[in-house]
């Protein structure tokens, strides 16, 4: 027990896991779980209130929410991780590049960073979907050039300040070449707050995903995804139908809660600050180094 | 100092605001109607081609030359009498012994909102501008009326206008009861000309110039519609003196307005929403049997759609009993004619299809489609009844091992694309405003008609039409009709679907409710 760090021993490790745990075995099992095909309609059981044929009650043209609940948890999270690590693998990188290198590119970029970032997220996202088409990987591209910025301005505020230390000097005195200090030293010390926030990320893109099948941007029906059962049910709503919306929004409730939990425990995990053998500075950690010069 | 200065400055901005809003303020609460519904005309010109939020605002903001008395239905709603037409800019009409001309008699002293008097000129400019732009009035004219020259037009004196058609019509009264061909105040709309835009296009899609009942006095697309009453109006000025429609473009807000108060016209409601609507007491529902027909049309030019087999055998896999049921709560009916049961040689004695998986296997494995196929269906974005049908026929063409994607797209991309021939199957909800089987038929299925989205062509079919359209035989014509009618039913270019009526929820204190057959509100009929 005691070999167990605490920070995955706390409560909220415990829950986020759980949750994680159940979406893998929603994802795994969904055809094993699932009573009903999640996108054949049944005109005639149309919006019918929870009961022990219909455990989530059904839609206006008679689908299963609860086998849509359970298949969504595929396209849901199938969208946020594929996005997500796509701009991590794109933007870590990047970050890395245009901190270590200040130049005009780096400008460029940041510039294009800007650009990116100053629009309203749905806005920008709609507009993509709009050009792209209203396909799940599209959505998935859309959500990667979201996240991109993001993980690389990450990197580069790292490698700013990492970049100057004295261990980067010691390390180009002793003949390393430019890519050895970024991805041996830097890439290693600013990893940290982009590991933190891929979490935060992910959850971020459920939200997203949802969000933009919500205003019609993302996916088409009858895919099964949380945001856009959430919006159909929605109209249904002042007829006194609740449960089409509700179970859906459960679903991206918990989801977004577990990653942000998982976030938070991954920090701790992490943060040499919050460990035993932290000790002044981080200098010490950083590995094929040795320890304080 | 700045006391000295204050009160005369707010004294002279509360006089400015007093005389800005003047007429705002004039207007009681029961002489203003808010009206919600789900988008704002996409423009205000006639010549734009007809849409429902555009056929509203013509309907109030034009008159027409001829229209048809008035007559109370079963339900209690006043809807148009087809066998009697009356003058409306017109005061009276004379149609020549051989059906080949039509005479117009204007009324005297009918003045715009602007205060110019309609003469035989406003008339002549408003044929001469659709004449020249090449667009609704054209289409009407040379494909309807057969006209091949603007000499057809003749302005006989200040208060007499003549139209000469090639070939003798029975359709010369009728036609000009069309929502489409109101009548412009040409001395306004000639202020507006410029260089560059001979026919005063960009003021006429914002603005209004006619001797209608209403005038525009704000058009903010997207947002809002302001109607104010022409005090000139003919036929005396309306009671409601102004309307403010605004755009909700989701039909539970628009319900949940009314029922909270905050307008007075909740503008198509889904049939669920209707059934709830019904049991609300400060909510009155009208209704009517209507001329839609709501339909899924195939693009026949595009394969796989171009065999017949094909297209038969998805109007064999409709569960049309459990659409009625579950979709339109059972208050549609379903279409089984091109033409509108309420139309005159109106038949649907051939109609085939009943739901037959093996039958619709059988015909797709004649057409070499035996394993089925893949394909597309659009439908408009905050169309919740089109999206519940499309998952519906998803499921039910699955069991013939055909595959459809559902494309949601805005209103405007998605006639875009079936414009262009680029989309396989879409939903179209329409009516043909002439009650007429052969007007119809020339509209939706004749192959050089420009709303025959679904490219159906047989010649057969196109030479009834054409003779229809010039035969003043009416036993003829109605065999003829019937006729065109059976064939087409056998050919499917659509899937047919259902009549879902017209219904209309209001404030249990408005009034007035009357039918049109371009399903689009007149509110000078209304009062609260």
Redesign the interface.
């Given at each position: 027990m005691s070999r167990i760090p605490h920070s995955l021993r706390s409560p909220a490790a415990v829950i986020g896991f759980a949750l994680l745990f159940l979406q893998i075995l929603l994802i795994l099992f969904a055809p094993l779980l699932s009573p009903y095909s999640p996108v054949e309609a049944d005109a005639l059981a149309s919006l019918q209130p929870p009961s022990a044929a219909h455990w989530f009650g059904t839609d206006i043209t008679g689908m299963d929410v609860f086998s849509r609940v359970i298949y969504a948890t595929r396209i849901n999270l199938l969208i946020s991780v594929v996005s997500v690590a796509v701009a991590f693998l794109i933007g870590v990188p990047l970050g890395l590049f245009i901190g270590y290198y200040k130049g005009i590119v780096s400008s460029l970029v940041m510039r294009l960073f800007d650009f990116i970032q100053a629009f309203p997220i749905f806005v920008l996202g709609m507009a993509l979907v709009a050009v792209m088409g209203q396909e799940i990987w599209n959505v998935a591209i859309v959500l990667a050039i979201l996240f991109t910025p993001v993980f690389a301005r990450l990197i580069r505020a790292e490698v700013l300040s990492l970049r100057e230390r004295p261990f980067v000097a010691a390390a180009r005195c002793s003949g390393a070449s430019d890519l050895h200090i970024m991805f041996g030293h830097l890439l290693l010390n600013a990893l940290l707050p982009a590991m933190v926030q891929v979490s935060i990320s992910i959850g971020m893109a459920i939200l997203l995903t949802a969000g933009l099948s919500f205003i019609g941007a993302g996916v088409r029906m009858p895919v099964p995804e949380w945001g856009l059962m959430v919006s159909s049910g929605a109209q249904q709503m002042i007829l006194g139908v609740w449960w089409v919306s509700l179970f859906p929004g459960l679903a991206i409730v918990f989801s977004v809660l577990c990653f942000a939990l998982l976030g938070d425990v991954i920090r701790d995990l992490l943060d040499p600050t919050k460990t035993r053998r932290a000790v002044s500075t981080s200098t010490d950690i950083i590995p094929g180094i040795g320890g304080p010069l | 100092m700045r006391m000295t200065w204050g009160l005369p400055k707010a004294s002279l901005l509360a006089l400015a605001l007093v005389i800005a809003g003047g007429p705002a303020f004039a207007q009681s609460a029961s002489e203003t109607l808010l009206v919600a519904g789900p988008r704002t005309p996409e423009s205000l010109d006639q010549e734009y081609p007809p849409t429902e939020a555009g056929h509203e605002a013509r309907r109030n903001i034009f008159e027409r030359l001829l229209v048809y008395a008035m007559k109370t239905d079963p339900n209690g709603a006043r809807v148009e009498d087809f066998t009697k037409i009356e003058g409306g800019l017109a005061e009276s009409y004379e149609i020549a012994p051989d059906n080949k001309s039509i005479t117009f008699h204007l009324r005297h002293g009918v003045k715009s909102a602007a205060g110019n008097e309609m003469t035989a000129d406003d008339v002549m400019w408003t044929f001469q501008r659709g004449w020249n732009m090449k667009a609704t009035f054209h289409w009407y004219m040379t494909q309807i009326l057969k006209i091949e020259s603007f000499d057809a037009f003749q302005r006989i004196d200040d208060y007499t206008v003549k139209v000469s058609v090639p070939n003798p019509s029975l359709l010369l009264a009728r036609l000009w009861v069309n929502n489409d061909l109101g009548i412009i105040d040409s001395v306004e709309a000639k202020k507006h000309i410029t260089v560059d835009d001979p026919w005063a296009t960009r003021f006429l899609s914002t603005g209004s110039a006619s001797f209608a009942p209403y005038y525009i006095s704000k058009f903010s697309p997207g947002q809002e519609v302001i109607y104010d009453a022409n005090p000139y109006y003919y036929r005396g000025p309306a009671k409601l003196k102004k309307i403010i429609f605004r755009e909700m473009p989701?039909?539970?807000n628009r319900?949940?307005a009314l029922?909270a108060g905050s307008i007075d016209v909740a503008e198509w409601l889904?049939p669920?929403?209707i059934a709830?609507a019904k049991q609300i007491p400060t909510i009155k529902v009208w209704e009517v049997f209507g001329n839609y027909t709501h339909r899924l049309e195939m693009n026949n030019n595009m394969a796989p759609f171009d065999k017949v087999e094909v297209r038969q055998a998805l109007n064999y896999l409709v569960?049309r009993p459990?659409?009625a049921?579950?979709?339109y709560m059972n208050t549609a009916r379903p279409t089984k004619s091109p033409v509108s049961e309420i139309y005159p040689a109106y038949t649907d004695d051939s109609f085939p299809y009943k739901e037959d998986v093996a039958k619709a296997k059988e015909l797709l494995a004649k057409a070499g489609y035996k394993d089925g196929f893949k394909t597309e269906l659009g439908y408009r974005?905050g169309e919740?009844l089109e999206?519940?049908m499309?998952?519906?026929l998803?499921?039910?063409f699955?069991r013939a091992g055909v595959t459809v994607?559902?494309?949601?797209l805005p209103a405007s991309s998605l006639v875009e694309r079936y414009t262009k021939g680029t989309m396989p199957m879409f939903f179209i909800r329409d009516m043909a405003i002439v009650p007429d089987a052969a007007y119809v038929a020339n509209l939706f299925i004749n192959s050089q008609s420009m709303v025959n989205f679904s490219h159906y062509k047989n010649a057969e079919v196109d030479a009834l039409i054409n003779k229809a359209l010039i035969s003043t035989d009416e036993k003829e014509r109605e065999e003829d009709m019937k006729k065109v009618q059976r064939v087409v039913v056998d050919e499917a270019p659509w899937v047919f679907l259902f009549n879902p009526g017209y219904q209309l929820a209001t404030s249990a204190k408005v009034k007035g409710f009357s039918w049109y057959t371009p399903n689009s509100n007149s509110w000078y009929d209304f009062s609260k």
């Open positions: - | 989701t039909s539970s319900l949940a029922q889904t669920r929403e709830l569960p459990q659409i049921q579950s979709v974005t919740p999206e519940q499309a998952v519906i998803k499921t039910a699955a994607d559902l494309v949601q």
